[in-house]
């Protein structure tokens, strides 16, 4: 419990640790005591962190039936399924309401998440609705860090986000058959 409780404090997560703690969890009941939900729970929003990757995925999976329906627990699948989902609006409006969400480095992780699947999603948004999905912002300072982090281009109302023709990659694919193999596919009787 207190190596766990120690490190909470870094923000970035050790997926194999939080696997082989549920883990213990899943296969030892007797070592749940009233504090297992909490570590639980930091585990999981700790998995949320490192969105695009599976580990709230796996991490969910080690939960035993008793754990999922701690209603904590609940709340962090709720947010897991709107951050899933791409619903940033109802996202933030959640997360800024609960405290559990105030884990240190909580909402820069998910902003970035925000952030990756807006590259991947948009080639120009509307102002309005990138600040939206952005979440809480400390100020335009903020905003305008932000768009310069990653090379988007305010034009008045729009924000330009990029060609989506540089995000593809080429490949060229070469199959070497000898015509031995392709003649009997080929005959024609």
Request: charged share 25%; net charge negative; aromatic share 8%.
């Amino acid at each position: 419990k207190q190596w766990y409780q120690r490190r909470v404090a870094i923000t970035a997560g050790d997926v194999d640790a939080n696997l082989n703690i549920l883990k213990l969890y899943q296969f030892s009941p007797g070592l749940i005591t009233r504090d297992s939900p909490d570590i639980v729970q930091k585990i999981l929003i700790k998995a949320l962190m490192q969105l695009p990757k599976p580990d709230y995925v796996l991490c969910r999976a080690q939960l035993s039936q008793d754990l999922i329906d701690d209603p904590v627990i609940k709340k962090i699948d709720a947010v897991a399924t709107l951050l899933e989902t791409c619903q940033f609006a109802e996202l933030w409006t959640s997360v800024t309401q609960d405290e559990i969400f105030a884990m240190k480095g909580f909402k820069e992780s998910v902003r970035e998440f925000v952030i990756h699947v807006i590259k991947l999603s948009y080639k120009n948004i509307e102002r309005d609705f990138l600040v939206q999905m952005l979440g809480p912002l400390s100020g335009e300072e903020e905003f305008e860090v932000i768009l310069r982090v990653n090379s988007w281009v305010l034009e008045g109302d729009s924000v330009f986000i990029g060609h989506k023709e540089e995000m593809v990659e080429s490949k060229e694919i070469v199959e070497k058959m000898s015509i031995d193999v392709v003649q009997p596919l080929l005959a024609i009787r």
